[in-house]
């Protein structure tokens, strides 16, 4: 057996809840831009943006988890996070820190929305936070 790892995760809002990606998957956080819609693309990925002069997708994180879309507000972000060899965009509600976070597998359980993007389960002093697993978020769907 394994002994668990502390590593440092990029913790964000989604609605109530709270949810973390390794920070190494991460290459930068900014506020929302301008987002140009592509028809016929998942249904998931919001549009387009220019992040100087790099085109990149932007992926609503809410529509990808079954969740409800709330409107952008001053604490919308998009994490920039870095899947084989290209920059996409994740529209958060807020992020509120990095936190070092010994993770626990995730749950077998595929009754609850969203586990099969998991990757662990975060223990924190603030309580438990789900972990995405950035290669099964935007590689299946």
């Known amino acids: ?3 668990a790892r502390t590593e440092q995760y990029i913790v ?3 609605a109530d809840e709270k949810l973390a990606v390794d ?3 991460i290459n930068e956080i900014i506020k929302p831009e301008p987002v140009t819609p592509v028809p016929n693309s998942k249904y998931f990925v919001q549009g387009v943006m220019n992040l100087r002069g790099r085109i990149i997708p932007v ?13 952008l507000q001053a604490r919308s972000r998009i994490v920039v996070v870095q899947y084989h060899q290209e ?4 529209i958060v509600d807020a992020v509120e820190q990095v936190a070092s976070l010994t ?12 586990a099969q993007y998991m990757s662990g389960i975060g223990v924190s002093p603030e309580g438990l936070i789900s972990i995405l697993n950035i290669g099964r978020l ?4």
């Open 1 to 3: 057996m394994l002994a």
């Open 59 to 71: 992926v609503s994180l809410s529509r990808r988890l079954g969740m409800a879309e709330a409107e």
């Open 103 to 114: 993770a626990e597998p995730p749950l077998e359980s595929h009754n609850i929305r969203g």
């Open 23 to 25: 920070i190494r998957e």
């Open 138 to 141: 935007l590689a299946e769907g």
């Open 87 to 90: 920059a996409i965009g994740l």
């Open 12 to 14: 964000f809002r989604l």
